[in-house]
Each structure stands twice: as structure tokens, then as C-alpha cells.
């Protein structure tokens, strides 16, 4: 413990310590206050039991000036002048800016300048800025750490936490960015602008939103002038990293592509703050016609407007701003008659709307179509069973009709199936003609053959097997060789439709009853009848 307060006498811990480093890194310059109410928001209602207003504060703020403290010891911090109220500010050294990069995560080069002698002449222009930061975030305090206070507290800092969020973290935001017309990011040129606040939250819908804070000390030219150079740094292109030229800006922040014309700029944001002799009721109407140029849209027939190419500019005051925060309809988008939240006001809600309904009408218009072509498919199935159905057999025996099964197996026309026997009956009526005929009619029965295999293949063969036309029986293998056998020197079978027993029977019939010899012998001997002579030579003739 003793080594610990040789260290940093005040005895701040290190989480205060990182608070510390990571406001001032943002803000640049800060009072305590504003340093507690960003960091530790629970702290605000704590200590409300002091007698006055300055004792709660000094109180509530007592921790983190003591980690300021600390902070000065080691040469991160330094006082920063005081504001016209009397408040102490606060401010980094070069080597607290390096140590607040690693904080909060981004590079020194990106954290800015130290804001030394801000606070030389009260940083009125400093703290409207720190103001507007934290009216944007709305810090919620830690319930879990106010169980010990009075319920005038604990009711206060309920309202707070049901209150609308802010938007993003300290972390989202950063002050003093240079946005260079000309010159490179680390050394701009000349006729470039400065943006107070750059916040990027795309976690709460906003990618990115350039702030610009007056303390009503501006005239309505000047800031217009202001404008230009935003729009003028908007323009701006330079090559990427992949060789590219795209919009300068995109190679430090990221946003969305726009949709198909209708890409518009980054939104600006103007914060008045009425502390000077300028009234923002007539500086803003007088801002609207010296810019239109730079926001006015392009009115479509949906009633919505396109802003290619386009800065998207709110106003809004600072104490609208405190009161209601981000969620409430207080901001006043350039060309808009009524005012929006800051998400619609940056946004194109009727674009919106009528994207959605565009896409209802196509998923209506697709859905009738399929409806469309399903009953055309419908009518046409319909059409076509109605086709077949006009087509279907009707058996001559009973009148009824086919089934499927029965009319595809007499329509079978393949090689290897059997021609049905009875075509024009119905499965019944054909078993019972069947069993009337004796096992065939006209031609012979024949089984169902058995699926692939020897069997198949006898069923094939006992499909193609004669019959006989005068007895009905089937011819045995010999009898079916004889009578297929083919060749030069083949005699053709003289009664090939009758079976070996007709044709012996046949044989015997026709056989004269005064012949000695036998069918076979005449047979013979007309065959050798039939065999020419074979004629002499000349050669032979002369020798005899």
C-alpha cells in the first residue's frame, strides 16, 4: 500500500486512470465533471445528501481529480486553463496522447493535437463540443452500485436508465479530425474543413456522421463556406490500397455503398449551442437556401426523394438535443417540413417505404404468376386425363372399363413380351373365356413370365412354340427344329403347320392302296428322277 501511494499519491486505481485516458483522448480537453459523467455515470447520484450543490460535486468528482492528479505526476496530464464558470480543465501531454492511442485503440497519428492553451480564453467552443458528446451518448449509471443511496436518488437514476439510449461508446466518437481538400491526412492543405465531432457507431446505425457545433457565434455565410469545404473534401478521390480511386474518406471510414442512384454523401450534423448574439430560428432558413445546392434531392413519382450525390444536413439545438437525446423527434433535416429522429433524419424513410412496397408488389405479382401457371399445369393434367380416360378400353364382354394394370398389358409392344391373347376383354371376362376354351383360345394361352433369369427365357420359348392346326397340340423340339430348318442343302419341311402325328396320319391317307413300297422309297426314287443326267464329254467320245 505504501508502494502504491509513493506511486501515485492520490491513490487512484487503474481503471480511473484509463477513464481518464480514454475521455481526454476524445475530448482533448475536459473538466473532471464532464471526465466522472462520461466514466462513471453511477456517480451523479451518489453523495446527494450534501448540503450544496458545489459540495456534491466536488464529492461525486473527488475520484477521478484524484486520478488526474496521478495522471499529472507521471507528465501525462496537464492543467488546461478553467472555463468562464470556474471549472479546472484538464488536457494530455504528447506522451499522454501516445498512451491514450493504446487505450483506446487507434493510432497516434489519428488522435489529434494536445489542445494546449484551450482553455486560455474559458474553451467555450471546447466544452459545447465535450457537451454535445455526451448528450449523444447518454451514459447509463450502474444500478448494482447504488443499493446504499436515498430513493430520491435510486429514482432518479432509474428515469435515466429507462430513458431512450445514446448511440455508441466513447470509443465511437473522435474530435478535431482534419478533412484535407488538399495535402494528405497527416500534413492537410489548405481549403479543407475541421470536423468537432466525427462519430462512427455502425452498431447503432450510423456508419459515420460528421458534427459540427456553433455557439450561435456564425453567421449563416459562414457556415455555408463551412459546407462547401465538407462538400468539396466529399469529392475528393484518391487511390486505395488495391489500386483503386475511390472517394477519399472511404479509405479511413467504412460505410455501405448507396443503392442504385441514390448514393449520397456522408450526413453532417449542425449542433447550436445559443450562447452568442446569432438566432438560430433565422440562421437556419437563411443556411437552407445558401446550401440547396448541396442537399436538395431529386423527387421521384413515389413521392420520395433520390440524393445522389447529395450531403444529407440536420440541425438541431443543444438543449433539444440534452433533453430528448438521439431518439427524439427534435432534428430538422434540410428540406423536410417536420422533425424526425436523428436515424430517420440522416436516413431516407419514404425511400424506404417505397422500396417495401415496390417489393410487396413483386412478391404479389410473383405470386400470381405461379398461382397462374400451377392451374395452367392443373387444367392441362386435367385436360390431358380426360384425354385418356375418353381413350380407355371398354371391354365387349361386360362393358367395363379397362383398368390401367390390364390396358398397359394388352398396349405391350415390346420384343420379349407375348402379344395378349384376348385384347379386347377385360382381366374377368378373360380368365373365363380362357377356362371355357380348354386352356387357349384361337391361339394358346400363355403364363405370366417369371422375372429374369432361365425361367424368363422358357417363357419366351414357350411363347414362340407352334401349335398344331389340325389337333391343337403343341410341337415338341424335334418337330419345331424340323420344320424351321433352313439351308442350301435343306429340304423344306412339305407340311410345316402340322404336328409328327398329323403329318404321319397325313402321310398315310394320301398313300395308294396297289403301291408296294413305301411313302419313303417313292419318295426316294422321285428325288433321284429329279438329279439330271450327267452329260459325256467330247474328250470321252473320241477316245471310245
Excluded at 212 to 226: G, Q, S, Y
Aim: net charge positive; proline share 7%; charged share 30%.
Amino acid at each position: 500500500m505504501a508502494g502504491r501511494r509513493l506511486t501515485n499519491p492520490a491513490g487512484s486505481s487503474n481503471d480511473l486512470r484509463g477513464d481518464v485516458l480514454r475521455v481526454l483522448g476524445v475530448l482533448k480537453v475536459a473538466s473532471a465533471d464532464q471526465i466522472q459523467r462520461i466514466a462513471a455515470p453511477h456517480l451523479t447520484y451518489r453523495h446527494t445528501t450534501k448540503a450544496t450543490a458545489s459540495e456534491r460535486k466536488t464529492a461525486r468528482t473527488a475520484a477521478h481529480a484524484g486520478a488526474l492528479s496521478d495522471l499529472r505526476k507521471h507528465g501525462l496530464a496537464e492543467n488546461g486553463g478553467t472555463t468562464r464558470a470556474g471549472e479546472s480543465l484538464r488536457n494530455l501531454t504528447t506522451k499522454g496522447l501516445e498512451a491514450a492511442s493504446y487505450e483506446l485503440g487507434r493510432p497516434l497519428s489519428e488522435m489529434g493535437s494536445t489542445a494546449r492553451g484551450a482553455g486560455s480564453s474559458g474553451a467555450t467552443h471546447p466544452m459545447a463540443v465535450n457537451e454535445t458528446v455526451i448528450a449523444m451518448l447518454r451514459p447509463k449509471p450502474d444500478l448494482r452500485l447504488l443499493t446504499a443511496e436515498p430513493a430520491e436518488a435510486k429514482a432518479a437514476a432509474q428515469a435515466a436508465v429507462d430513458a431512450p439510449a445514446g448511440i455508441g461508446t466513447i470509443a465511437s466518437y473522435a474530435t478535431e479530425v482534419p478533412l484535407p481538400a488538399t495535402g494528405t491526412w497527416g500534413a492537410p492543405g489548405k481549403g479543407g474543413a475541421q470536423a468537432d465531432i466525427v462519430l462512427t457507431a455502425p452498431q447503432d446505425g450510423i456508419p459515420l456522421l460528421f458534427i459540427e457545433v456553433d455557439n450561435c457565434h456564425e453567421t449563416a455565410e459562414e457556415l455555408a463556406a463551412k459546407l462547401e469545404k465538407y462538400a468539396r473534401f466529399f469529392r475528393r478521390k484518391m487511390k486505395d490500397t488495391d489500386g483503386k480511386e475511390r472517394p477519399m474518406w472511404r479509405t479511413r471510414w467504412t460505410a455501405p455503398e448507396g443503392r442504385y442512384g441514390d448514393a449520397p454523401h456522408p450526413p453532417v450534423l449542425l449542433v447550436f449551442n445559443h450562447l452568442g448574439e446569432r438566432n438560430p430560428q433565422r440562421t437556419i432558413p437563411r443556411l437552407q437556401e445558401l446550401t440547396r445546392h448541396l442537399w436538395e434531392g431529386e423527387r421521384q413519382r413515389g413521392g420520395h426523394h433520390l440524393y445522389d450525390r447529395r450531403i444529407p444536413i440536420v440541425a438541431v439545438g443543444l438543449r433539444n438535443l440534452r433533453e430528448h437525446g438521439p431518439a427524439g423527434a427534435v432534428f430538422a433535416r434540410f428540406g423536410r417540413d417536420h422533425p424526425q429522429s436523428l436515424l430517420e433524419a440522416i436516413g431516407n424513410p419514404r425511400r424506404d417505404a417505397a422500396d417495401a412496397r415496390e417489393h410487396d408488389e413483386a412478391r404479389v405479382r410473383q405470386a400470381e404468376y405461379k398461382a397462374q401457371v400451377q392451374r395452367a399445369a392443373q387444367e392441362k393434367a386435367a385436360a390431358k386425363a380426360a384425354e385418356r380416360e375418353a381413350r380407355r378400353p371398354v371391354c365387349t364382354g361386360c362393358g367395363t372399363k379397362f383398368t390401367d394394370e390390364r390396358w398397359e398389358a394388352t398396349q405391350a409392344t415390346d420384343w420379349d413380351t407375348p402379344k395378349d391373347s384376348h385384347p379386347a376383354l377385360c382381366d374377368a371376362c378373360k380368365q373365363r373365356a380362357v377356362a371355357a376354351g380348354g386352356g387357349h383360345v384361337g391361339t394358346q394361352e400363355r403364363r405370366e413370365p417369371a422375372r429374369g433369369g432361365a425361367e424368363r427365357h422358357d417363357f419366351q420359348r414357350a411363347a414362340r412354340r407352334p401349335v398344331c392346326t389340325d389337333c391343337g397340340a403343341t410341337f415338341t423340339d424335334e418337330r419345331w427344329k424340323a420344320t424351321e430348318r433352313v439351308g442350301w442343302g435343306v429340304t423344306p419341311e412339305p407340311r410345316p403347320s402340322l404336328c409328327g402325328d398329323c403329318d404321319r396320319r397325313f402321310v398315310t391317307d394320301v398313300q395308294e392302296p396297289w403301291s408296294d413300297e413305301p411313302p419313303h422309297q417313292e419318295q426316294e426314287q422321285e428325288q433321284e428322277q429329279a438329279v439330271p443326267a450327267q452329260k459325256t464329254g467330247r474328250w470321252f467320245s473320241r477316245r471310245t
